[in-house]
């Protein structure tokens, strides 16, 4: 059975820096492809960053520059680094693998001073 267990998130002040793990099992982990999304209150899930089995990466336009996703297969551990938080960076954070389509539970980013 595959699980995928968020953890970092937090309350943070804008400016500052998280990063997001998500803990892999139940699965060959190097072969799939990984991504984050977040969601705040009231909105829709959006796509944050997505990485390939080779590391490829993309980003949303609103977190590029800001962002990095990362993982270590060996670890079977897919990373996001945010920094320059933004107060519109504040939501539920869910780890998601692509295919079979899977999500963790999520880790809540706030953003305030």
């Known amino acids: 059975q595959v699980q995928l267990v968020e953890s970092g998130g937090g309350l943070v002040q804008p400016g500052g820096s998280l990063r997001l793990s998500c803990a892999a099992s139940g699965t060959i982990f190097s072969i799939r492809a990984m991504a984050w999304y977040r969601q705040a209150p009231g909105k829709q899930r959006d796509l944050v960053a997505r990485i390939s089995s080779s590391g490829s990466t993309n980003y949303a336009d609103a977190v590029k520059g800001r962002f990095t996703i990362s993982r270590d297969n060996a670890k079977k551990t897919v990373y996001l680094q945010m920094n320059s938080l933004k107060p519109e960076d504040t939501a539920m954070y869910f780890c998601?693998?692509?295919?079979?389509?899977?999500w963790g539970q999520g880790t809540q980013v706030t953003v305030s001073s």
């Open positions: 998601n693998m692509v295919a079979p389509n899977y």
